[in-house]
């Protein structure tokens, strides 16, 4: 089954305070999935990239570099900036780290943002800002409930990855 694109992918936000802790539940449970995938896969494996795309590495620092984009994100919405900063990622070829360092990032940035959700208010979940690409308004519940499916299309791509090295 050919799965769908991430960029081809469309959302609903405007969802409820009270869906926060399920979209946290989900964030902080990554690490603990990703670690899983990777357990036992040699290092040369986690460094291939595949047809041309990303590593399994590269796919984990890119989620913590998201991480680091989402703490960003919440002080614009909680500052009343009307349209979120486009995210910028540096160039960095995660390949070339030892996959526990890599690991290490990616929980390091993920807890940051776990913590800072966990600071919000009440008050402070509904405030929103514009996506850039999305140009739709986002609450800090639906940057929550965005990066939640973003960590689980690069955990569906880690997971392409490894069953192909398996063939």
């Known amino acids: 089954m050919k799965r769908l694109a ?12 009270g869906m926060l802790p399920f979209y946290l539940e989900r964030l902080s449970g990554t690490a603990i999935r990703i670690a899983d995938k990777v357990k036992g896969i040699s290092e040369d494996i986690l460094s291939e990239k595949v047809d041309g795309k990303w590593s399994v590495k590269q796919n984990i620092g890119h989620l913590a570099e998201v991480d680091a984009i989402a703490l960003q ?9 009307s349209m979120m900063l486009p995210a910028v990622f540096e160039p960095r070829d995660y390949s ?32 929103a800002s514009l996506h850039p690409r ?12 965005f990066d939640a499916e973003h ?17």
Do not use: C
């Open 6 to 17: 991430w960029f081809e992918r469309r959302f609903t936000f405007g969802l409820p305070a």
């Open 73 to 81: 994100r919440i002080d614009q919405m909680l500052a009343g900036i």
């Open 96 to 127: 070339l780290l030892p996959v526990r360092e890599v690991l290490q990032y990616f929980e390091e940035n993920r807890g940051r943002n776990l913590v800072k959700y966990k600071s919000l208010r009440d008050e402070d979940l509904i405030k």
């Open 134 to 145: 999305l140009k739709l308004p986002m609450t800090p519940v639906d940057l929550a409930y």
């Open 151 to 167: 960590d689980d299309h690069h955990l569906v791509t880690i997971h392409e990855i490894l069953e192909a090295k398996k063939r």
